[in-house]
């Protein structure tokens, strides 16, 4: 691990004060001291915020639950709000890492989380995300963990977490307090960006930027759903998962949320999908509809092009749970 | 360098140490409490795990210094020879390993597991969210799937586990 300088946060304040280019907040640090370790990451300084006034879960006004950014995995899926109202959230939290990292990894570092990608991973690869300019060696490497949607030239890397993708379902937003104690908030769906050609840019954070919480919506009536498919059943990440809350209404679909994790480099959604489902009365013919709908610009890379049938068959799968139609072959 | 209190098992330690160096480094190699493992040292394997303020965490993972003034329990903490804690009487009992070499880390996570359940946590295999079921074989090994064992002692550990386990939550 490259020399870096240690300074505790005392307050907001002080820690969006120290924010500069090569400066990185720790809170969990369950990833970022991964990455460290790896040089991946070589940040000059680290402010730790680990002790900041930010790890409650309360409810607000409307109905809805203010998460603090440092509330934990652990405690945010155990939380008996979250249990009740919002089971997606809970479900896909503890889909992920293991209980020790769950421990550990808070709100808004787990939102901050970087990709899995092999080739970010591995220094003496070239990789566009972590060396600008690099090359992508996804591309023509062994890429069975990448997008098969909203990828570039530049980068095929997949955003890896559950969280998030529960979150996206949800509506949520994310708090943000930048260095001039502004405060904003960002829907969780336009948090995480498109590689573009500016895959060194995981999410619409600025320099100084701190993630103060994340704010859940009142909760939508009807199923929630979490699937998660991987290759171990425990402690791996997602190569496709759902998180869906759907509301029915008469024998029809009055309202589909649905993310995607592990396909694209932010949680996906796609509002035509949505739209395509709504009002509609459940089938296989729709389901499938909804499918080609999702993956119309879908593209493999060659080791990942089985992304393709296995994200249409898990969306069949969760549809017809989520309508309690059953397996809608 | 940075200056750090740790009260680890009970006994107050001074630590100085550059700021890089994780909590796993500190216990080991500066402070001398070897019975917490280096595996993987990238928070794959669990062989590192202690308790930290009640909770269960990879100590490869966790600086040093951000644990100022924090309780932190080890195997050493948990029990001795001739006073073994009910789960390590119940590895040797049940050869819940073979090599040895992941059994602190599965001990330490296993200890804090059967509190987390008591605490009514779900895990990822429970049908009800809201009033998960006691620790079934399924849930034991979900909940401990932080913990790998190379020499797949699994069904060991697991029958070590719910004997503790068993009533208790």
Redesign the interface.
Known sequence: MRPFAYARAGDRADATARASDNATYIAGGTNLLDLMKLEVMAPDKLVDISRLDLAELTDTEDGGLRIGALVTNSDCAADGRVRQRYPVLSRAILAGASGQLRNKATTGGNLCQRTRCYYFYDTAMPCNKRAPGSGCQALQGFNRIHAILGASDACIATYPGDMAVAMAALDAEVEIESADGESRLIPVRDFHRLPGDQPERDNILEVGDLITAVILPPPVAGRQIYRKVRDRASYAFALCSIAAVVKMEGGKIASAALAFGGLAHKPWRDDEVEELLTGQKPSAELFGRAADQLLAGARGQGSNDFKIPLTRRVLVSVLGEATSQGAAE | M?TTELIINGRRHHLEA???V?LLDALRNHLGLTGTKKGC???QC?AC?VIVEG????SC???A??HDGDAITTIEGLGEPGNLSDLQAAFVAHDGFQCGYCTPGQIC?AT??IE?AK??????V?DD??EPDGLSDEEI???????LCRCAAYPNIVNAIRQVAGGRT
């Open positions: 940075e550059d700021s890089r994780t040292d990238h928070g669990g795990t909770r269960r965490i990879n993972l966790t600086l210094c951000m996570s804090a597991m987390e605490a009514g946590w779900p895990s990822f429970s969210l809201e090994s979900e909940r401990m799937s932080g913990n």
